[in-house]
Protein backbone atom coordinates (compact mmCIF):
# COMPACT_ATOMS: atom_id res chain seq x y z
CA UNK A 1 0.00 0.00 0.00
CA UNK A 2 2.76 2.23 0.77
CA UNK A 3 4.12 2.10 -2.36
CA UNK A 4 1.12 3.76 -4.35
CA UNK A 5 1.05 6.77 -1.65
CA UNK A 6 1.84 8.36 -4.64
CA UNK A 7 -0.87 8.12 -6.37
CA UNK A 8 -3.11 9.03 -3.86
CA UNK A 9 -1.08 12.66 -3.40
CA UNK A 10 -1.41 13.00 -7.38
CA UNK A 11 -4.87 12.20 -7.86
CA UNK A 12 -5.41 14.60 -4.84
CA UNK A 13 -3.52 17.20 -6.75
CA UNK A 14 -5.47 16.59 -10.04
CA UNK A 15 -8.61 17.14 -8.41
CA UNK A 16 -7.74 20.71 -6.67
CA UNK A 17 -6.89 21.65 -10.21
CA UNK A 18 -9.68 20.47 -12.06
CA UNK A 19 -12.01 22.22 -8.97
CA UNK A 20 -9.86 25.36 -9.58
CA UNK A 21 -9.87 25.74 -12.68
CA UNK A 22 -13.87 25.18 -12.85
CA UNK A 23 -14.77 26.94 -10.20
CA UNK A 24 -13.30 29.90 -11.35
CA UNK A 25 -13.80 29.55 -14.92
CA UNK A 26 -10.26 29.96 -15.61
CA UNK A 27 -9.50 29.61 -19.58
CA UNK A 28 -7.50 27.22 -21.25
CA UNK A 29 -4.95 29.87 -22.21
CA UNK A 30 -4.16 31.19 -19.25
CA UNK A 31 -4.73 27.54 -17.11
CA UNK A 32 -5.51 24.21 -18.70
CA UNK A 33 -7.59 21.59 -16.36
CA UNK A 34 -6.18 18.23 -16.21
CA UNK A 35 -9.30 16.87 -18.06
CA UNK A 36 -8.22 18.95 -20.99
CA UNK A 37 -4.91 17.74 -21.04
CA UNK A 38 -6.12 14.50 -20.97
CA UNK A 39 -8.56 14.63 -23.73
CA UNK A 40 -5.93 16.30 -25.62
CA UNK A 41 -3.53 13.32 -24.82
CA UNK A 42 -6.23 11.31 -26.13
CA UNK A 43 -7.47 12.92 -29.58
CA UNK A 44 -3.56 14.09 -30.38
CA UNK A 45 -2.02 10.16 -29.17
CA UNK A 46 -1.30 9.89 -33.38
CA UNK A 47 1.09 12.78 -32.79
CA UNK A 48 2.10 12.74 -29.32
CA UNK A 49 3.20 8.83 -29.67
CA UNK A 50 5.62 9.10 -32.33
CA UNK A 51 6.80 12.42 -30.87
CA UNK A 52 7.34 10.67 -27.38
CA UNK A 53 9.26 7.53 -29.26
CA UNK A 54 11.71 10.43 -30.55
CA UNK A 55 12.42 12.12 -27.40
CA UNK A 56 12.72 9.29 -25.82
CA UNK A 57 15.23 7.78 -27.81
CA UNK A 58 17.01 10.92 -28.16
CA UNK A 59 17.11 11.30 -23.92
CA UNK A 60 18.14 6.97 -24.12
CA UNK A 61 21.29 7.66 -26.22
CA UNK A 62 22.34 11.00 -24.37
CA UNK A 63 22.09 9.16 -21.14
CA UNK A 64 23.99 6.25 -22.13
CA UNK A 65 26.78 8.07 -24.02
CA UNK A 66 27.07 10.15 -20.43
CA UNK A 67 27.35 7.27 -18.05
CA UNK A 68 30.25 5.73 -20.40
CA UNK A 69 31.87 8.68 -20.84
CA UNK A 70 30.71 10.64 -17.16
CA UNK A 71 32.62 6.86 -15.43
CA UNK A 72 35.22 6.67 -18.14
CA UNK A 73 36.40 10.58 -16.98
CA UNK A 74 36.57 9.38 -14.00
CA UNK A 75 38.24 6.74 -13.95
CA UNK A 76 41.40 8.56 -15.97
CA UNK A 77 41.10 11.66 -14.16
CA UNK A 78 41.24 9.33 -10.97
CA UNK A 79 43.97 7.19 -12.39
CA UNK A 80 46.34 10.40 -13.26
CA UNK A 81 46.48 12.99 -10.25
CA UNK A 82 48.25 15.36 -12.80
CA UNK A 83 45.31 15.63 -15.40
CA UNK A 84 42.54 15.71 -12.33
CA UNK A 85 44.03 18.78 -11.32
CA UNK A 86 44.33 20.20 -14.43
CA UNK A 87 40.79 19.46 -16.00
CA UNK A 88 38.39 19.36 -12.70
CA UNK A 89 38.33 23.16 -12.05
CA UNK A 90 37.20 23.64 -15.52
CA UNK A 91 35.23 20.67 -15.88
CA UNK A 92 33.29 22.70 -12.80
CA UNK A 93 33.46 26.37 -14.80
CA UNK A 94 32.11 24.77 -17.68
CA UNK A 95 28.99 23.78 -15.75
CA UNK A 96 28.04 27.42 -15.86
CA UNK A 97 27.67 27.78 -19.86
CA UNK A 98 23.98 27.57 -20.43
CA UNK A 99 23.43 24.80 -22.14
CA UNK A 100 20.40 27.23 -24.32
CA UNK A 101 23.10 28.75 -25.07
CA UNK A 102 25.60 25.82 -26.87
CA UNK A 103 22.16 24.49 -28.24
CA UNK A 104 21.52 26.30 -31.32
CA UNK A 105 25.90 26.27 -31.78
CA UNK A 106 25.97 22.29 -32.03
CA UNK A 107 23.26 22.40 -34.59
CA UNK A 108 24.83 24.51 -36.29
CA UNK A 109 27.94 21.62 -36.47
CA UNK A 110 25.66 18.79 -36.39
CA UNK A 111 23.03 19.73 -38.32
CA UNK A 112 19.26 18.94 -37.76
CA UNK A 113 19.40 15.42 -36.86
CA UNK A 114 19.62 12.92 -33.83
CA UNK A 115 23.39 13.73 -33.34
CA UNK A 116 23.11 17.27 -31.29
CA UNK A 117 20.57 16.29 -29.47
CA UNK A 118 21.90 13.15 -27.86
CA UNK A 119 25.25 15.27 -27.47
CA UNK A 120 23.28 17.81 -25.73
CA UNK A 121 21.38 15.28 -23.11
CA UNK A 122 24.94 13.97 -22.57
CA UNK A 123 26.62 17.45 -21.76
CA UNK A 124 24.29 17.55 -19.37
CA UNK A 125 23.81 14.33 -17.66
CA UNK A 126 27.75 14.22 -17.51
CA UNK A 127 28.62 16.04 -15.01
CA UNK A 128 26.47 14.64 -12.01
CA UNK A 129 27.66 11.12 -12.81
CA UNK A 130 31.48 12.04 -13.57
CA UNK A 131 31.47 13.74 -10.30
CA UNK A 132 29.39 11.14 -8.02
CA UNK A 133 32.11 8.80 -9.38
CA UNK A 134 35.13 10.51 -8.39
CA UNK A 135 33.85 11.63 -4.97
CA UNK A 136 32.67 8.05 -4.85
CA UNK A 137 36.92 6.92 -5.35
CA UNK A 138 38.10 9.41 -2.85
CA UNK A 139 35.63 8.70 -0.03
CA UNK A 140 36.50 4.40 0.37
CA UNK A 141 37.55 3.64 3.76
CA UNK A 142 41.46 4.27 4.33
CA UNK A 143 41.37 1.28 6.13
CA UNK A 144 40.64 -0.96 3.21
CA UNK A 145 43.79 0.98 1.07
CA UNK A 146 45.55 -0.06 4.38
CA UNK A 147 44.83 -3.82 4.30
CA UNK A 148 44.61 -3.96 0.28
CA UNK A 149 48.47 -2.65 0.91
CA UNK A 150 49.64 -5.16 3.28
CA UNK A 151 48.41 -7.77 0.87
CA UNK A 152 50.48 -6.54 -1.51
CA UNK A 153 47.95 -5.08 -3.77
CA UNK A 154 49.26 -2.30 -6.26
CA UNK A 155 47.04 0.93 -6.56
CA UNK A 156 46.24 0.03 -9.92
CA UNK A 157 44.82 -2.97 -8.09
CA UNK A 158 43.42 -0.90 -5.40
CA UNK A 159 41.57 1.24 -7.91
CA UNK A 160 39.79 -1.98 -9.34
CA UNK A 161 39.58 -4.35 -6.55
CA UNK A 162 38.32 -1.77 -3.85
CA UNK A 163 37.77 1.93 -5.18
CA UNK A 164 35.46 1.48 -8.53
CA UNK A 165 33.27 -0.93 -6.63
CA UNK A 166 32.89 0.82 -3.12
CA UNK A 167 31.94 4.21 -5.88
CA UNK A 168 29.56 2.74 -7.86
CA UNK A 169 26.23 2.78 -5.80
CA UNK A 170 27.63 6.86 -5.99
CA UNK A 171 28.09 6.47 -9.66
CA UNK A 172 23.96 5.48 -10.10
CA UNK A 173 23.30 8.16 -7.72
CA UNK A 174 24.20 10.47 -9.95
CA UNK A 175 22.62 8.72 -12.66
CA UNK A 176 19.24 8.95 -11.08
CA UNK A 177 19.86 12.54 -10.73
CA UNK A 178 20.76 12.73 -14.12
CA UNK A 179 17.39 11.29 -15.41
CA UNK A 180 15.35 14.24 -15.39
CA UNK A 181 17.91 16.26 -16.72
CA UNK A 182 17.87 14.04 -19.47
CA UNK A 183 14.58 15.27 -19.81
CA UNK A 184 14.83 18.84 -19.87
CA UNK A 185 18.13 18.80 -21.93
CA UNK A 186 16.34 17.23 -24.52
CA UNK A 187 13.52 19.74 -24.66
CA UNK A 188 16.11 22.23 -25.17
CA UNK A 189 17.75 20.84 -27.56
CA UNK A 190 15.10 20.12 -29.88
CA UNK A 191 13.45 23.77 -29.63
CA UNK A 192 16.86 24.52 -31.57
CA UNK A 193 16.41 22.35 -34.01
CA UNK A 194 13.63 20.46 -35.47
CA UNK A 195 13.54 16.82 -34.74
CA UNK A 196 10.07 15.59 -34.60
CA UNK A 197 10.42 15.02 -30.65
CA UNK A 198 7.64 16.35 -28.42
CA UNK A 199 8.44 20.04 -28.65
CA UNK A 200 7.60 20.43 -31.99
CA UNK A 201 3.90 19.87 -30.15
CA UNK A 202 4.86 21.85 -27.30
CA UNK A 203 5.84 24.71 -29.58
CA UNK A 204 1.97 25.32 -30.37
CA UNK A 205 2.65 28.15 -27.79
CA UNK A 206 -1.45 29.26 -27.46
CA UNK A 207 -2.68 25.48 -27.42
CA UNK A 208 -1.60 25.11 -23.17
CA UNK A 209 -3.40 21.69 -22.86
CA UNK A 210 -0.69 20.48 -25.54
CA UNK A 211 1.71 21.45 -23.98
CA UNK A 212 0.57 20.08 -20.79
CA UNK A 213 0.40 16.47 -22.61
CA UNK A 214 3.80 17.31 -23.95
CA UNK A 215 5.17 17.67 -20.02
CA UNK A 216 3.14 15.03 -18.94
CA UNK A 217 4.54 12.53 -21.56
CA UNK A 218 7.85 13.89 -20.75
CA UNK A 219 7.71 13.65 -17.10
CA UNK A 220 6.51 10.02 -17.62
CA UNK A 221 10.25 9.41 -19.77
CA UNK A 222 11.97 10.90 -17.00
CA UNK A 223 10.01 8.91 -14.47
CA UNK A 224 10.41 5.39 -16.88
CA UNK A 225 14.23 6.33 -17.16
CA UNK A 226 14.68 6.91 -13.44
CA UNK A 227 13.15 3.59 -12.60
CA UNK A 228 14.87 1.64 -15.18
CA UNK A 229 18.34 3.05 -13.47
CA UNK A 230 17.00 1.57 -10.14
CA UNK A 231 16.19 -1.54 -11.53
CA UNK A 232 19.54 -1.76 -12.76
CA UNK A 233 21.21 -1.02 -9.83
CA UNK A 234 19.12 -3.81 -7.71
CA UNK A 235 20.51 -6.22 -10.32
CA UNK A 236 24.37 -5.45 -10.57
CA UNK A 237 24.62 -4.19 -7.17
CA UNK A 238 22.60 -6.96 -4.91
CA UNK A 239 25.22 -5.82 -2.02
CA UNK A 240 24.50 -2.18 -2.03
CA UNK A 241 20.87 -2.81 -2.30
CA UNK A 242 20.18 -4.93 0.80
CA UNK A 243 19.50 -7.90 -0.73
CA UNK A 244 21.21 -10.77 0.91
CA UNK A 245 22.08 -14.43 -0.76
CA UNK A 246 24.81 -15.61 -2.36
CA UNK A 247 27.52 -13.92 -4.20
CA UNK A 248 29.41 -15.69 -7.30
CA UNK B 1 62.40 -10.67 14.94
CA UNK B 2 64.52 -7.82 16.62
CA UNK B 3 62.78 -4.12 16.98
CA UNK B 4 63.12 -1.72 19.41
CA UNK B 5 61.42 1.89 18.95
CA UNK B 6 60.41 5.12 20.56
CA UNK B 7 57.89 7.96 20.27
CA UNK B 8 54.86 6.26 20.80
CA UNK B 9 56.89 3.40 22.18
CA UNK B 10 60.13 3.93 23.93
CA UNK B 11 62.23 1.15 24.78
CA UNK B 12 60.31 -2.33 23.13
CA UNK B 13 62.95 -4.56 22.19
CA UNK B 14 61.75 -7.86 21.87
CA UNK B 15 63.07 -10.95 19.42
CA UNK B 16 60.37 -13.52 18.08
CA UNK B 17 61.80 -16.89 16.97
CA UNK B 18 60.10 -18.86 14.36
CA UNK B 19 56.87 -20.31 14.68
CA UNK B 20 56.49 -18.80 17.77
CA UNK B 21 53.50 -17.27 19.42
CA UNK B 22 53.66 -14.13 21.55
CA UNK B 23 51.09 -11.95 22.53
CA UNK B 24 51.12 -8.57 23.26
CA UNK B 25 48.78 -7.06 25.98
CA UNK B 26 48.40 -3.31 26.75
CA UNK B 27 46.42 -0.54 28.43
CA UNK B 28 44.36 1.00 25.11
CA UNK B 29 46.62 3.45 23.40
CA UNK B 30 50.00 2.02 24.60
CA UNK B 31 50.73 2.15 20.97
CA UNK B 32 50.09 -2.52 20.65
CA UNK B 33 48.81 -0.88 17.14
CA UNK B 34 51.46 1.52 16.09
CA UNK B 35 54.03 -1.49 16.89
CA UNK B 36 52.58 -4.04 15.02
CA UNK B 37 52.12 -1.12 11.67
CA UNK B 38 55.82 -0.66 12.35
CA UNK B 39 56.51 -4.41 11.77
CA UNK B 40 53.92 -4.73 8.86
CA UNK B 41 55.99 -1.71 7.26
CA UNK B 42 52.73 0.34 6.90
CA UNK B 43 54.74 3.22 9.36
CA UNK B 44 58.67 3.65 9.62
CA UNK B 45 59.79 3.79 13.08
CA UNK B 46 61.05 7.42 13.85
CA UNK B 47 63.74 5.44 15.47
CA UNK B 48 65.38 1.85 16.11
CA UNK B 49 65.39 -0.74 13.82
CA UNK B 50 63.27 -3.75 12.69
CA UNK B 51 64.66 -6.46 11.23
CA UNK B 52 62.72 -9.41 9.41
CA UNK B 53 59.38 -7.37 9.26
CA UNK B 54 58.06 -5.62 6.08
CA UNK B 55 55.38 -6.02 3.47
CA UNK B 56 57.35 -8.75 2.40
CA UNK B 57 57.28 -11.00 5.18
CA UNK B 58 54.23 -10.10 7.63
CA UNK B 59 50.44 -10.64 6.99
CA UNK B 60 48.33 -7.63 9.19
CA UNK B 61 44.95 -8.52 10.40
CA UNK B 62 42.77 -5.63 11.41
CA UNK B 63 40.53 -5.65 14.00
CA UNK B 64 37.67 -4.99 11.81
CA UNK B 65 36.76 -8.02 9.21
CA UNK B 66 36.95 -5.19 6.05
CA UNK B 67 35.68 -7.91 3.44
CA UNK B 68 34.62 -6.44 0.42
CA UNK B 69 30.92 -6.52 0.26
CA UNK B 70 30.53 -7.72 -3.38
CA UNK B 71 32.85 -11.01 -3.31
CA UNK B 72 31.67 -14.32 -1.41
CA UNK B 73 33.22 -15.51 1.42
CA UNK B 74 35.19 -17.38 -0.84
CA UNK B 75 36.67 -14.58 -3.29
CA UNK B 76 37.37 -12.82 0.00
CA UNK B 77 39.39 -15.22 1.61
CA UNK B 78 41.09 -15.70 -1.49
CA UNK B 79 42.18 -12.17 -2.80
CA UNK B 80 45.78 -12.04 -1.92
CA UNK B 81 46.18 -15.29 -4.36
CA UNK B 82 44.48 -13.14 -7.09
CA UNK B 83 46.84 -10.48 -6.12
CA UNK B 84 49.92 -11.97 -6.63
CA UNK B 85 48.69 -12.66 -10.17
CA UNK B 86 46.40 -16.29 -9.73
CA UNK B 87 43.36 -16.45 -11.85
CA UNK B 88 40.12 -16.21 -9.87
CA UNK B 89 39.41 -19.87 -10.46
CA UNK B 90 43.23 -21.37 -9.40
CA UNK B 91 42.66 -18.54 -6.49
CA UNK B 92 39.57 -20.54 -5.18
CA UNK B 93 40.54 -24.34 -6.22
CA UNK B 94 43.84 -23.15 -3.64
CA UNK B 95 41.59 -21.45 -0.92
CA UNK B 96 38.78 -23.99 -0.72
CA UNK B 97 40.49 -26.72 1.20
CA UNK B 98 40.94 -24.31 3.58
CA UNK B 99 37.65 -23.18 3.93
CA UNK B 100 36.55 -26.64 4.57
CA UNK B 101 38.97 -27.78 6.97
CA UNK B 102 38.66 -24.91 9.27
CA UNK B 103 34.87 -24.76 9.41
CA UNK B 104 33.58 -22.62 6.69
CA UNK B 105 32.53 -25.39 4.25
CA UNK B 106 29.02 -24.27 4.21
CA UNK B 107 30.03 -20.51 3.99
CA UNK B 108 32.00 -20.43 1.14
CA UNK B 109 29.44 -18.88 -1.19
CA UNK B 110 27.88 -16.21 0.85
CA UNK B 111 28.05 -12.93 1.00
CA UNK B 112 30.00 -11.07 3.87
CA UNK B 113 26.27 -9.51 4.70
CA UNK B 114 24.58 -12.76 5.62
CA UNK B 115 27.61 -14.04 8.01
CA UNK B 116 27.54 -13.97 11.64
CA UNK B 117 30.63 -11.35 13.27
CA UNK B 118 32.45 -14.65 14.18
CA UNK B 119 32.63 -16.63 10.67
CA UNK B 120 33.60 -12.83 8.92
CA UNK B 121 36.63 -12.74 11.38
CA UNK B 122 37.40 -16.48 10.08
CA UNK B 123 37.25 -15.18 6.56
CA UNK B 124 39.07 -12.39 7.74
CA UNK B 125 41.92 -14.65 9.01
CA UNK B 126 42.15 -17.12 5.97
CA UNK B 127 42.04 -13.70 3.91
CA UNK B 128 45.24 -13.38 5.73
CA UNK B 129 46.82 -16.81 5.97
CA UNK B 130 46.62 -17.05 2.46
CA UNK B 131 48.49 -14.17 1.89
CA UNK B 132 51.28 -16.75 2.21
CA UNK B 133 53.51 -15.02 4.56
CA UNK B 134 55.83 -16.01 7.30
CA UNK B 135 54.56 -13.88 10.07
CA UNK B 136 50.91 -13.15 11.04
CA UNK B 137 50.48 -9.60 12.99
CA UNK B 138 46.64 -9.86 14.53
CA UNK B 139 45.54 -6.69 16.03
CA UNK B 140 42.57 -7.12 18.56
CA UNK B 141 41.31 -9.45 16.13
CA UNK B 142 38.69 -10.37 18.21
CA UNK B 143 37.87 -7.35 19.95
CA UNK B 144 34.74 -6.48 18.23
CA UNK B 145 33.19 -9.84 19.28
CA UNK B 146 30.68 -10.76 21.88
CA UNK B 147 32.02 -13.40 24.53
CA UNK B 148 30.89 -16.57 23.33
CA UNK B 149 32.08 -16.33 20.11
CA UNK B 150 35.16 -15.01 20.88
CA UNK B 151 36.06 -18.28 23.09
CA UNK B 152 35.16 -19.98 20.17
CA UNK B 153 36.98 -18.17 17.94
CA UNK B 154 40.11 -18.03 20.11
CA UNK B 155 40.05 -22.17 20.15
CA UNK B 156 39.87 -21.78 16.06
CA UNK B 157 42.71 -19.55 15.83
CA UNK B 158 44.42 -22.03 17.91
CA UNK B 159 44.13 -25.08 16.02
CA UNK B 160 44.31 -23.04 12.94
CA UNK B 161 47.94 -22.26 13.60
CA UNK B 162 48.83 -26.23 14.78
CA UNK B 163 47.73 -27.12 11.08
CA UNK B 164 49.41 -24.03 9.41
CA UNK B 165 52.47 -23.01 11.68
CA UNK B 166 53.61 -19.51 11.32
CA UNK B 167 55.12 -17.08 13.69
CA UNK B 168 52.71 -15.25 15.10
CA UNK B 169 52.04 -11.55 17.21
CA UNK B 170 48.72 -10.77 18.72
CA UNK B 171 48.18 -7.60 20.36
CA UNK B 172 44.94 -7.25 22.90
CA UNK B 173 43.70 -6.38 25.44
CA UNK B 174 42.69 -8.99 26.69
CA UNK B 175 44.74 -11.03 29.90
CA UNK B 176 43.11 -14.49 29.10
CA UNK B 177 42.91 -14.39 25.59
CA UNK B 178 46.68 -13.31 26.06
CA UNK B 179 47.86 -16.10 28.25
CA UNK B 180 45.56 -18.83 26.07
CA UNK B 181 46.63 -18.32 22.48
CA UNK B 182 50.23 -17.14 23.11
CA UNK B 183 53.52 -19.12 24.36
CA UNK B 184 55.11 -15.82 25.63
CA UNK B 185 52.94 -13.00 26.80
CA UNK B 186 54.69 -9.35 26.81
CA UNK B 187 52.96 -6.82 29.03
CA UNK B 188 53.23 -2.80 27.99
CA UNK B 189 52.94 -0.11 30.04
CA UNK B 190 50.53 3.04 29.00
CA UNK B 191 52.05 5.34 26.38
CA UNK B 192 54.79 5.48 25.57
CA UNK B 193 54.45 1.46 25.75
CA UNK B 194 57.36 -0.17 27.03
CA UNK B 195 57.94 -3.50 27.50
CA UNK B 196 56.90 -3.91 31.80
CA UNK B 197 56.61 -7.61 31.53
CA UNK B 198 57.65 -10.85 29.68
CA UNK B 199 56.71 -14.29 30.49
CA UNK B 200 55.72 -17.49 29.30
CA UNK B 201 52.10 -18.18 29.64
CA UNK B 202 52.68 -21.73 30.45
CA UNK B 203 54.64 -20.70 34.42
CA UNK B 204 52.14 -17.43 34.33
CA UNK B 205 48.89 -16.48 36.01
CA UNK B 206 46.26 -13.96 34.81
CA UNK B 207 46.99 -12.07 38.40
CA UNK B 208 50.17 -11.47 37.81
CA UNK B 209 49.52 -10.21 34.21
CA UNK B 210 46.97 -7.76 35.80
CA UNK B 211 49.45 -6.59 38.18
CA UNK B 212 52.20 -5.93 35.69
CA UNK B 213 48.77 -4.38 33.35
CA UNK B 214 47.89 -2.28 36.63
CA UNK B 215 51.80 -0.61 36.89
Not at chain 1, 108 to 121: D, Q, R, S, T, W
Request: aromatic share 6%; with cysteine; charged share 20%.
Amino acid sequence: MRRFGWVVVLALFLIAWEAHVRLRDIPDYLLPSPSAIGQTLWDDRSTLGPEALVTGREMLAGYVLAIITGLGAAILLRLVPVLRDAVLPLLIGSQVIPIVAVAPILVIYLGFGIAPKVLIVALVCFFPISVNALDGFARVDPEYRRMMRTLRATPRQVFWRVELPFALPGVFSGARIAAPYAAIAALIAETAGGSGGLADSMHQQLDTPLIGAGVTLLAVLALALYAAVGLLERWLLPWATGDRGSGQ
Amino acid sequence: MRFGTTQALAGVDLTVAEHERVCIVGPSGCGKSTLLSLLAGLETPTGGAISGGGLERCALMPQRDLLLPWRSALDNGCIALELAGASREQARAEALPLFERFGLEGFAQERPAALSGGMRQRVAFLRTLLARKPVLLLDEPFGGLDAITREELQGWLGDALDAEPRTMLLVTHDVDEALRLGRRVIVLSARPGRVVLEVESATSTRDELREALRG
